[in-house]
């Protein structure tokens, strides 16, 4: 009786677990996701909103011709690929009809390309008059660097996590910042 | 039949999108303890020829509310400039009020529509 019991208890959670089936749907990526503490692709989305937006309105990136970003620096304790937050901003720059400097951002693996490309044409494989020249790239005037921090407190069961996300837009020729933003965003566990 | 009326009517204001009473803002859900404070929604046009939108909202009960708001903007055509921006999160503390505000990123950008949700369940996809 208690081995029947047994089986048909058993049988009974495959029929529960085993058959479901899970289910993939299209889902918004702007929506707001509440999972963990950890930095998400939203805010992720967000600073790089909110820092592009204020330095649109500050007007200080039209002192530049032209400008360049250097890949965000990660000093949290976590795995954050910020080469997207730093399309991200360039992306929203870029879409800006305010914004009149050139985005000259050849940087990381993408100077690898180009140098790639440089290289390949002046190997001489092609026609030299329809090769481009070395030494004829346009040279960034301003640089937008930054940097992603995080803090980290617990009691208990209850954790909360705080990101400052730092940007400065740099004249390069003097070394004068002429432009400095930092955005936090505090996340609660509880 | 009344009653049926009634009751479609109550569950539309209760999970439909709530009109606040206000043309420029949409809730996603109930505004709760919310309100736009009158006369506070408005928008300039700045020196870079972009508008900037801005509302204040009130908190007129007694807890914290952790709401999210986000902005459309529009041509003069009253069509969609830019894509949807990501929600943004702000907490509006009891008896307090607190300022919102977006910028559009293109000049074309003539008119302006506040989204507001005072429960994160009503954006969020899980």
Partial sequence: MKKTLIKLSLLGSLALVGCATPKVSYVDPNAVTTLNTNFSQQDLDRVAQNMATNLIQSGKMNQCKSYTLSTIKNSTDQYIDTSSTTSSVSDQLSQSSAITATDVGIVGSLSQNQDQELNNQQSGKYDDSTTVKQGKMIAADCRLDGVLRSDSQTNGKQTQVTYSFSMQLIKIQQGVIIWRKTDKIAKGLN | ?126
């Fill in chain 2, 1 to 126: 039949m009344k009653k049926l009326i009634i009751t479609s009517l109550s569950l539309g204001m209760l999970f439909g999108c709530a009109s606040s009473g206000n043309s420029k803002l949409t809730s996603i859900g109930s505004m709760g303890n919310i309100e736009i404070v009158q006369g506070s929604m408005r928008s300039i046009r700045n020196a870079n020829g972009l508008i900037t939108a801005q509302a204040v909202l009130h908190n007129n009960g007694s807890s914290t509310v952790s709401a999210f708001y986000r902005c459309k903007f529009f041509d003069t055509n009253q069509m969609q400039v830019g894509d949807d921006q990501v929600w943004m999160p702000v907490s509006i503390y009891q008896n307090s009020d607190q300022g919102i505000k977006c910028m559009a990123n293109t000049a074309e950008a003539t008119d302006f529509k506040f989204e507001f949700s005072a429960d994160a369940k009503n954006v969020n996809n899980f």
